[in-house]
């Protein structure tokens, strides 16, 4: 809390994101009008997508003043939010938010302990990487690795470590918290948005807690996690870290560069050498130096070190190596999981987890800061 002060939550409006929740949202609505009672007013927003399933006619025929739907066209969950934010913020008099899916993988009864948490933090998280949460052992493998990793990104890449669960839908927010998250600095689209509004509120300086729940699987229905959220949301992680740090701005720049000279000189040596495997080693190990000349001669210039510049030298070249096993398991891993997608799909996502693990790599060991 900013100021230290706490007023009480009298009144929470809950956003609902529905698309083809017909087999749900008249049930979910239900249980959250139990919540409504003399200490608390609550009203739900269901945000529809012009479900073709008539998620929002359910709605309209229950003709209740204390549910209403924002209509729109489907561009994704993280519009759908952004849309139904603004819509509070603008027409609203509510002291909180709270945001949940509305397929019963979060109960409707946490919420009170979601909102009894937001008198002493502006947000609370359901949470199911913290003890005492879990998830439905429903959920497969490939289910769970993929929000292990999502949520391993969130937290070091954007940044936000003290919270273990970053991709969660699951909130309670203060209103003037929110107002001073929002708008977003970068639009987004999909499920990035829990990673992207967490975000903008840690860096507008809320408070945030995480209080444990227990994620059951959908009740009914399926999942509308597709490619393309995966593919924005491994994309704007960065993004996020971009906006705060300047090292990394010159790492990311140099890499950049580096993909350039990597393929320029294959071009040349190609046309000289003729066999791709040869001018291939030579062209990744030219880059490989290039970057490390960049990287210590401008992005981690400021830092003081004693360790001799070709100690660093054979450092990089490690941590290289490491990128590129890293980057081929990945892609053999991607390419098991998502078998039907386009190889560029795995090659292209591949590079995430390296260039992490390259940035983290040489930024603690390469180079090493001597100060501490
Ligand atoms: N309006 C709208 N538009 N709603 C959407 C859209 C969309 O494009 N896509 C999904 N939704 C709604 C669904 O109808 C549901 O109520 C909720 O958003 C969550 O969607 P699911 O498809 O059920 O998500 P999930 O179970 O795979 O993902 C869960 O885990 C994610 C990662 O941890 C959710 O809790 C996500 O919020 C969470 O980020
Ligand atoms: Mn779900």
Redesign the pocket.
């Known amino acids: 809390m900013v100021d230290g002060k706490s007023s009480p939550i009298r009144s929470a409006c809950f956003v609902?994101?529905?698309?083809?929740?017909a087999q749900?949202i008249v049930a979910i609505i239900r249980q959250i009008l139990v919540l409504d009672h003399a200490n608390l007013t609550v009203q739900i927003l269901v945000?529809?997508?012009a479900?073709p399933d008539g998620t929002a006619d359910l709605v309209h025929a229950l003709n209740d003043e204390r549910v209403r739907v924002l209509s729109?066209q489907?561009?994704?969950?993280g519009?759908?939010y952004t849309r139904a934010f603004e819509y509070v913020l603008k027409h609203m008099s509510v002291d909180a938010v709270v945001q949940m899916?509305?397929?019963f993988?979060?109960a409707p009864m946490d919420a009170s302990r979601l909102l009894a948490q937001l008198a002493s933090t502006d947000v609370a998280i359901g949470s199911?990487y913290v003890a005492g949460g879990s998830v439905d052992p429903a959920w497969g493998l490939r289910?769970r690795l993929i929000?292990k990793v999502?949520n391993l990104f969130a937290r070091s890449v954007a940044g936000i470590y003290r919270v273990r669960?970053c991709?969660?839908?699951?909130k309670a927010i203060r209103v003037e918290a929110l107002r001073r998250a929002f708008p977003l600095r970068l639009r987004v689209q999909?499920?990035v948005f829990?990673v992207a509004s967490l975000h903008a509120l840690q860096i507008s300086g809320a408070s945030i807690a995480e209080v444990p729940i227990y994620?059951a699987d959908?009740a009914a229905?399926?999942?509308?996690?597709g490619r393309d959220d995966i593919i924005e949301f491994f994309v704007h992680v960065w993004w996020l870290r971009l906006l705060s740090r300047k090292t990394f701005i010159k790492f990311a720049l140099t890499g950049l560069t580096g993909v350039a000279v990597n393929l320029v000189s294959f071009q040349l040596l190609l046309s000289t050498l003729t066999n791709p495997y040869v001018s291939s080693a030579i062209a990744i190990e030219i880059s490989i130096v290039w970057n490390f000349m960049l990287n210590n001669f401008w992005t981690f210039r400021d830092r003081t070190m004693r360790t001799r510049k070709r100690v660093r030298g054979l450092k990089f070249n490690a941590v290289s190596l490491l990128t590129l096993v890293l980057s081929f398991s990945t892609f053999v891993l991607l390419r098991w999981f998502f078998p039907d997608h386009p190889a560029w799909f795995s090659q292209f996502i591949s590079i995430f987890p390296a260039a992490l693990a390259n940035y983290f790599a040489n930024s603690y060991w390469t180079f090493k800061s001597d100060q501490v």
């Open positions: 609902l994101p529905t698309y083809n929740e749900n945000v529809d997508d479900s729109g489907k561009r994704g969950l519009s759908a899916d509305a397929d993988s979060h199911r289910r929000s999502g669960d991709t969660a839908g699951f999909g499920y829990q994620f959908r229905g399926e999942t509308k996690l």
